[in-house]
Structure formats: C-alpha cells, structure tokens
C-alpha cells in the first residue's frame, strides 16, 4: 500500500496543525455557505475542521489564507453568484499565493463548473465534493507542502463521525440524519451532486442529540433530502418515525424539527410519531412542488395531488394544531394556465401557514432540462406574484386565529424594528415579533399573540409566566 494511504485524516489533521505551529500566530480561514441547511450543515464541518487544523475563522476574506465557497447548485442564479464571487476573490489568490481559495459543496460535482473552473479559474486551487469533506486535512496538507492544485469530486462516501463541528449557534443545533436523495425528481440537480441515500446509524445520531441536549442546545434540526427514507440500506431495523421515538425519550427542554419530508413516503407511523412525541414539533414541512397530476407526473414525484390532500387529512386528524408548510415551483416546462390553477387550488385548499416558491430553473444533465418549456418567462414571473398574493392572504388569515393565544416559543434573535426587539418561534415554526431582554435569546418563553402580519405574528413576551411544556 503506497505510503499516504496509511496516513488516517486525523493524523493529517495533526500533520497540518504542524505545519501551522511554525506560524507567530493562527492564520486566518474563511468558509462561505450557501444553499440548503445541509449544505450549512456541511459547511459547519468545514469550519471544524479548519478549526482543528489550527486555523482561525473569519469572515474578511482580505486577511484568510484559506477561503473556501460552500455552494449550491440547485438554481441558475446560486451558480452565476458563486462564479460572481470566486472573481471577487481572484485578487486576494493572484496577489499572495500562500492564499488557498477553494470551492466546496454542490456545485464541485458538476463536469461543466470543473470545466469553467479550468478555464476561466485556474486561481482556485482546491475542490472538495460533498463525499469528500474528511479529506480536506488532506488535501490541505498537499496545498501547503507544494502541490499547486487538487480536486476530489467524491460526492457517495459517508462523512465520518469523527468530523468536529464548529456550531454556529449556541442553541439551535443541524443533525443531518441521512446523504444524498434516490428520488430522481425531473427538475432536480440534487441526486447527481449528492450522490445516493445514505443514513448515519441511530446510536450516532443519539449520541449527538443526546450531548446537544446535555450542552443547552433547545432546537435541534434533523436534517435529510427526504427523512421518511432514513434507515432504507442500513443493517439495524429502523425508520425514521422510529428514529423519532428513539430520540424524543432523550429528556430535557428541547424541541425536534425535521426536513425535508417527501409525501410518497410520508406515513402513519411519522404522522402518529409526530403527535405522539413529546419533543417533536407541531410542524410539517411537506413540499408538494405544484398541484397538477400532470405535471406531478413529469416531475416524477409520484403521488398525485389528491394522495397529498390525504396525507394532510390524515394528519390534521390526529395533530389539530399542526402547521404545514410547502416548497413549490411555478414554470415546470409545459405547466399550462390551467396546471397553475391547479396550484392556487391546492394551496387554497391546504392553507399553509407558510410556503416556499421557487421559479423553475433548467438544470444541465437533468431529464426537465431536455423538455420543451414555452413559457414565457415574464409569465411565470406573473404567475409567480399570484402565488404569492395568495399566500399572503391566508398566512394573514392563519395568523389571525392565533390573536389571543398563549404559547411556548423559542426566542431565537434580536429583532429589527427597534433596539429591544427580539424574535422567536413557536412550535408550529411561526415566527413571533416581540421585545425584551436580549438574555432571553436561546430560551423557552410563554409568549401572547397580539396582532397578526402576514409573514409573522406579533407577541408579548410573559416572562413571569412558567412555560409548561415545550409544545
Ligand atoms: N428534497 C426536498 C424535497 O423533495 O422536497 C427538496 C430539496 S430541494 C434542495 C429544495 C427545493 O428546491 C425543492 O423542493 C424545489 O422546490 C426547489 N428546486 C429544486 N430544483 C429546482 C430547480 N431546478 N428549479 C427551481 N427550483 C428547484
Ligand atoms: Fe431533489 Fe426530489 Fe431529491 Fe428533493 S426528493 S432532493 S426535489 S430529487
Ligand atoms: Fe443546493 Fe446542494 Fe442543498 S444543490 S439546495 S446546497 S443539496
């Protein structure tokens, strides 16, 4: 076996915190995240890492030696800002070139961004696939002992649970519970980039909720393209409702959330976990994409809209309280007057309290990216605001059956309408605008809904007021 194949990453950790230690002080790294709270996730990791590595984090990328872009690549415009700021840092790579400027996350495995990067960015000199995040010690230490360049594409191995992760924040914490998507949506870039479902054994994830728990963390996010296939391929019996159970028997003062559920795979069993938890959130995030069988259909997402109304029944049966939420996409090639209505009747009928729309935009490689799309795009443009009108309507009307209520939220951060305001969440994921002392941020408060916007509710803050039950 060739010599560096012996070398595990942990020592290259250490091989690199060597080479560091020569430094007067830690040099400085930077690591920007885009795209979903996977890829965040991810770039938490990236930070750990670097952190063990003995690097310091920044975010002036005038003074990082290492500056790593954690993109995305599910939309057009998330590529062309990436590409847009990798220019921007051109300067701080071609003046020094101790600077290592790389790219990580979705878009490192697509053939043509590694193409456009040969050409056009031969400054960036280090690629990490989203399979390749333990191998960044690695790689660094290849960069700083002479090679000029190196890539890994890898986008199917499982990331290690050895990996530490630098949290961004002091009381909400991601839990990715499963990689990568088999679902091969016809719009959706995400299984060629993330590669297949993989999930992390139960007792590690445990073990990491358990310690977030134990260390104050309130919220915590578990986090997969489609949850409801979480355990699919591993050797223990378990799904992810039972992963539910499992976790929510961890005691202390916390809430569960999870996305991204797929609805050809949401069940009884995680309708009946859901309200049966006690930690788990009276929230379901269940992206329906758009309301025509149709273009279900040519979107391969394999249920058709009235399977959906039924899920939401079922679940509305058994959790009164829940609130739902959506992502949707307008302009699918061939989505005729007649499919968008379709959409606005299904949103009428669903009324979510929040949802998530996405113009379509044609990916490279994709089977939608072949189909014809007459469209014009000032019409999904339109389309689009309708939609949104809409939305705004009945997040209005929501909000307003929950004047007068008082309940549990999470106060997550200061606010901006003035100097003592603050946000929260409640356990339906609404947002809450209120006020009070910044201290109560990362905490459990009973909150009263006073008024309600149409993207939020306003609340006073009851802070004499003991906080019963988390949900
Ligand atoms: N796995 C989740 C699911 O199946 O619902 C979704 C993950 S995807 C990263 C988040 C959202 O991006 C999707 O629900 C979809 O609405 C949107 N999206 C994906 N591909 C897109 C595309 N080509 N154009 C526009 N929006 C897209
Ligand atoms: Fe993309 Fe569909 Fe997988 Fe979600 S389930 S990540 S939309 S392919
Ligand atoms: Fe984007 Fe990759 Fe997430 S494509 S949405 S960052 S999985």
């Known amino acids: 076996m060739p010599e560096d194949l012996q070398i595990s990453p942990e020592q290259r950790v250490c091989a690199v915190r060597e080479i560091l230690s020569a430094c007067s002080e830690p040099p400085a790294a930077m690591v920007r995240s885009f795209g979903c709270q996977l890829n965040v ?22 003074e990082a030696k290492v500056i790593l872009l954690n993109t995305c690549a599910v939309r057009e415009h998330a590529e062309q800002r990436a590409f847009g700021l990798l220019g921007s840092y051109k300067k701080y790579a071609v003046q020094n070139p101790d600077v290592i400027l790389g790219l990580c996350g979705c878009m490192s495995a697509e053939e043509t961004v590694r193409e456009t990067l040969k050409k056009s960015y031969p400054y960036v000199r280090l690629v990490v696939g989203t399979g390749a995040i333990d191998r960044l010690p690695a790689m660094l230490y290849d960069l700083l002992t002479g090679t000029k360049r190196t890539a890994d594409n890898d986008t199917e191995a499982m990331p290690s649970e050895w990996i530490p992760v630098h949290r961004e924040s002091t009381f909400r914490a991601s839990v990715p519970v499963m990689y990568g998507c088999n679902n091969f949506c016809t719009y959706c870039i995400v299984p060629y980039v993330r590669g297949r479902e993989r999930s992390r054994a139960s007792a590690d994830i445990y073990r990491e909720v358990e310690s977030l728990v134990k260390n104050g963390y309130r919220e915590i996010l578990l986090l997969g393209q489609n949850v409801n296939s979480y355990g699919r391929g591993l050797e223990e019996d378990i799904d992810f409702p039972r992963l539910l159970r499992l976790l929510d028997t961890i005691e202390g003062d916390y809430i569960l959330r999870f996305m991204s559920s797929h609805p050809k795979d949401a069940s009884d069993e995680l309708i009946a976990a859901m309200r049966d938890c006690g930690h788990v959130e009276r929230h379901l995030h269940l992206p329906v994409q758009c309301g025509s069988d149709r273009i279900l259909s040519e979107m391969n997402r394999r249920y058709t809209a009235a399977d959906y109304l039924d899920i939401i029944r079922r679940a509305r049966e058994q959790i009164p309280d829940l609130s739902l939420s959506t992502d949707l996409m307008v302009g699918f090639p061939g989505e005729t007057e007649e499919d968008f209505l379709d959409t606005l009747r299904l949103v009428e009928t669903v009324r979510y309290d929040n949802i998530y729309p996405f113009i379509y935009s044609p990916r490279e490689g994709t089977k939608a990216a072949q189909m014809p799309d007459e469209t014009p795009a000032a019409e999904k443009t339109e389309r689009m605001q309708r939609l949104l ?13 929950l004047v007068g209520q008082t309940l549990p939220v999470l106060v997550d951060g200061k606010g901006k309408r003035s100097e003592t305001a603050l946000t929260a969440r409640t356990a339906g994921g609404i947002i809450v605008e209120t006020e009070g002392d910044p201290a109560l941020i990362g905490q459990f408060v009973t909150a009263k809904i006073t008024a309600a916007r149409n993207c939020a509710v306003i609340g006073a803050l009851l802070t004499d007021v003991p906080v019963t039950a988390v949900r």
């Open 41 to 62: 996730a991810d770039g938490e990791k990236l930070k750990g890492l670097l952190l063990s590595m003995g690097y310091r984090l920044t975010e002036d990328p005038e």
């Open 389 to 401: 009108d809409l939305q705004k309507h009945i997040a209005e009307e929501n909000f307003h059956a």
